[in-house]
Nanobody, 127 residues
Framework: QVQLAQSGGGSVQAGGSLSLSCSIS????????IGWFRQAPGKEREEVAA????????YYADSALGRFTISQDNAKNTVFLQMNSLKPEDTAMYYCAAGAATWRSCLSSLSSGAEAWGQGTQVTVSL
């Protein structure tokens, strides 16, 4: 079973940058993918980005494209989300999740049923 532990986040002014980390432990498989999601108060959970651990393929939601970068370390046990040009509307609790899927279908698959979720980390962007 996979376990996820998040770190990073915090508060920043609009236009700034923050980085999130998702440390992976336990048994991953060749088709394990990691997705990042976020949820703001009173809003539904939103997909952000995903990466397939085996081949490194990535996928971004429109809101993240061009501003956020998802990556992994060489050992494939930590996934990062680098967030640049942050906007107030990026303010939310961010979660990483793990499951078995391709990079293309990762976010939709994890939304339906992830194997594991991180504990969440707050990102606050002020004007």
């Amino acid at each position: 079973q996979v376990q996820l532990a998040q770190s990073g986040g915090g508060s920043v002014q609009a236009g700034g940058s923050l980085s999130l980390s998702c440390s992976i432990s336990g048994d991953t498989s060749i088709d394990t993918c990691i997705g990042w999601f976020r949820q703001a108060p009173g809003k539904e959970r939103e997909e952000v980005a995903a990466i397939a651990l085996d081949i490194g393929g990535t996928y971004y939601a429109d809101s993240a494209l061009g501003r956020f970068t998802i990556s992994q370390d060489n050992a494939k046990n930590t996934v990062f989300l680098q967030m640049n040009s942050l906007k107030p509307e990026d303010t939310a609790m961010y979660y990483c999740a793990a499951g078995a899927a391709t990079w293309r279908s990762c976010l939709s698959s994890l939304s339906s049923g992830a194997e594991a979720w991180g504990q969440g980390t707050q990102v606050t962007v002020s004007l």
